[in-house]
């Protein structure tokens, strides 16, 4: 199956970062021992983005809920008081597989045509060319 990704989302109040990196770097590490549990991350925010993300990954979705299902509620109400709150997001991560299609098949230098370079990229290769010069993946 796809692993899982989890990212929670955590606005915190101005001056707050040190003290969540903080206690990041304390934690428990329960999860570590969670059925399925792969990674844990913090990520601080530096540019387009003003919240914490705290990014777990998961050999499965089930093993994610089995773990989040497990976790005991309320222990955040403090946190919720001083307008800390998180945004719970799930990815499927995606194994990206070079697969030749018939149109990239086609992408052979065609005859020279006066004015022109030889070499004429499939419409599909230039879309993506296009995508990856604005930065994304």
């Not at 773990?67 to 403090?78: C, K």
């Amino acid at each position: 199956s796809m692993s899982y990704v989890n990212i929670t989302a955590l606005s915190f109040p101005e001056g707050a970062g040190p003290e969540i990196e903080q206690r990041f770097a304390q934690r428990a590490k329960g999860v570590d021992k969670a059925e399925g549990f792969e990674s844990f991350e913090l990520l601080r925010p530096v540019a387009g983005e003003d919240r914490y993300f705290v990014v777990t990954r998961w050999d499965s979705q089930e093993n994610y809920q089995k773990w989040a299902d497990a976790r005991p509620a309320g222990n955040h109400v403090e946190d919720e008081k001083r307008g800390m709150s998180v945004d719970v997001l799930g990815f499927e991560s995606i194994q990206l597989t070079h697969q030749k299609s018939s149109q990239a098949r086609q992408a052979k230098p065609r005859a020279r045509k006066s004015g022109t370079r030889g070499f004429h990229y499939p419409p599909v290769a230039r879309a993506n060319w296009r995508t990856s010069q604005r930065g994304l993946y």
